[in-house]
């Protein structure tokens, strides 16, 4: 992976994702909005080597700590690198090249690393949500609804980011 690219591309989600833009897609009181860097997470950990993704993983971690409300660097580094290291192990048995299974996946590992990530902002100060499970539940589907939409866009950019990107699933050969 040319990871010069992968940072400008993870720096533009970032941005995203901290920004007004994101303000304007929250619903409800609590102002659920998709995790755009989950969804970045759950990508390049189904599309890279294991070793780039280990590191890819964590370095979107750290740019949920930077690009969060809070003043807390850890919780998302920690989650992301932990939950996208066995993702990248485990994506020989899971298919993410379906539409389904790329939302389902999403799915999967928000409900995984957005406990997680709560958890350890709550162990370090002391500061925890008003209804936690409500904003997991529907953090986990609002992002696993948006996340086809930027995982094809994402695609999109695999050549220029420098992995090799697996043909269509029709048309896979197996022998």
Known sequence: MKWSRFLLVILVVMLLD????????????QQIRPDLLLIAL???AGNCAAGE??????????AADL?????????CLLSFGVFGTL???IRRVVMIHRFVFQALTIFVTALLVLPSMYLLIY??????LSHPATAILGGAVYTAAVGPILW???????????FHQPPPYAMRRYV
């Open 123 to 128: 162990a370090k100060t002391r500061q925890g």
């Open 18 to 29: 901290a920004g007004q833009w994101m303000q304007i897609l929250a619903v409800g009181p």
């Open 53 to 62: 993704a280990m590191y890819a993983s964590f370095l979107i971690g750290l």
């Open 152 to 162: 094809k866009l994402l695609s999109i950019l695999g050549g220029w980011l420098g």
């Open 67 to 75: 690009s969060s409300e809070g003043s807390v660097i850890g919780p």
């Open 87 to 89: 993702l990248s192990q």
């Open 42 to 44: 759950v990508f390049f």
